[in-house]
């Protein structure tokens, strides 16, 4: 989290612990901060205040959205169209969906991880006779692919689909209007943009018909009940006010963008045999997907924690699970492509040497682990 961030949640963590559904002094100014940081987050998507729904985190929002559009459509002729890519809290719920009745269309995309739009409007053109609805990610949680939202929801709705999208990678790194993207529902999530774990928001379009998933006391307007988490929110408010202020400034992302730039030149100059993956023109400034031939990730992980490198080998969701990644699948990689990929995420926080001294970090683990798994390492590795 971001120092500022931290700030301005300490008071209602410390010193002022009130419901702020009560009627006393205290729960006024919590009712306050809440609608401070509603005006903050829907100033960063250019929606209005009541258009948005303070919730959990990403996965709730996204859960939120899709069972509500499911049950709207009904489940006898009732059809979904996603992509292939999606994060699991899209990819989940709509298995439960299949499994009640509806038709579900995953739509591929190409080898650089962008939407097929033809096979998209197709799958859009079938649901518009029985009814259904649309979720289509903005940006890719692994390979920071940005997808052509704006195109794959004029096409929803141009076929009487709602639409849905995934912006928990997007939203607070790169520029996301609602008023230039009619969304109907997007979810978002404050740590991804230095705020605090476990606090997110849904945007719910005005106008759009809504029922909540969480029911109870009533609270977020009877949209999401349960006491909120004021210092959660009044954090996630914080974060958004100064995303915004940062895409003001570098609107295009481009001092992150350079520290990836800066990192993906380094290994490839060190490193036999690494691949970039993902389309390099649409994607996020912060994230960065690498193949290392003759080479596992998991081996990669180990070798990289120990040097206090921080990476992934997919979706952080996916720890531990050792199928490859479904993403890296549906761009078309091979089992061994796919394990043998990392994906390395940078911010605003990270300064140009920590980039170059993670660059050394991952040649020379490469270079360790094909010694180790008795592979030639091609010529020479230089550290420097």
């Known amino acids: 989290m971001l120092p500022e961030v931290v700030e301005v949640m300490m008071p209602w963590m410390t010193g002022n612990p009130c419901n702020p559904n009560a009627s006393y002094r205290g729960a006024k100014e919590a009712r306050k901060a809440i ?110 692919v940005i997808q052509p939202v704006a195109e794959a929801c004029e096409i929803a709705r141009g076929n009487g689909l709602a639409f849905h999208t995934d912006a928990i990678q997007a939203v607070g790194k790169i520029p996301v209007d ?25 945007y719910v379009r ?31 408010g914080k974060a958004a006010e100064v995303a915004m202020a940062r895409q003001l400034h570098d609107r295009d992302g481009h001092a992150t963008g350079r520290l990836r730039d800066a990192f993906e030149a380094k290994v490839v100059e060190m490193v036999q045999g690494v691949t970039v993956n993902g389309d390099l023109i649409h994607r996020l400034p912060g994230t960065t997907h690498l193949s290392f031939d003759r080479c596992e990730a998991a081996g990669l992980l180990i070798l990289l924690d120990d040097m206090e490198v921080a990476c992934s080998a997919g979706s952080a969701c996916m ?21 043998s990929s990392l994906r390395f995420g940078f911010s605003a926080l990270n300064t140009m040497e920590e980039v170059e001294k993670a660059a050394v970090c991952v040649a020379k683990a490469v270079d360790k ?14 550290y420097s």
């Not at 059809?79 to 298995?95: D, G, M, Q």
């Not at 609602?178 to 928001?201: C, M, N, T």
């Not at 720890?319 to 394990?339: E, I, L, N, R, W």
Request: glycine share 14%.
């Open 319 to 339: 720890t531990g699970k050792q199928q490859p990644s479904h993403v890296q699948k549906a761009m078309g990689f091979s089992d061994a492509k796919a394990k």
């Open 178 to 202: 609602v008023r230039e993207v009619a969304v109907d529902f997007l979810s978002l999530s404050a740590h991804k943009f230095h705020g605090p774990k476990g606090v997110g928001a849904l």
């Open 35 to 144: 609608a401070v940081a509603r005006e903050q987050l829907a100033a960063l998507i250019g929606a209005s205040a009541d258009e948005i729904v303070f919730t959990g985190g990403g996965t709730e929002s996204t859960n939120t959205a899709l069972k509500w559009l499911a049950r709207l459509v009904g489940r006898k002729t009732g059809r979904v169209v996603t992509t292939a890519i999606e994060h699991s809290a899209v990819l989940k719920p709509i298995e439960t969906f299949e499994q009640v009745g509806y038709t579900a269309d995953r739509c591929g995309v190409d080898g650089g991880g962008r939407l097929l739009i033809d096979e998209y409007r197709d799958a859009c053109e079938r649901a518009r006779d029985g009814g259904g609805f649309a979720s289509v990610m903005w940006a890719n949680n692994e390979t920071g």
């Open 206 to 236: 005005s106008g759009c018909r809504f029922e909540p998933m969480i029911r109870g006391g009533g609270q977020e307007k009877d949209r999401r009940s349960g006491t909120e988490n004021v210092a959660g929110i009044v954090g996630l």
């Open 369 to 382: 682990l094909r010694r180790v798994q008795g592979g030639s390492t091609g010529p020479v590795v230089v």
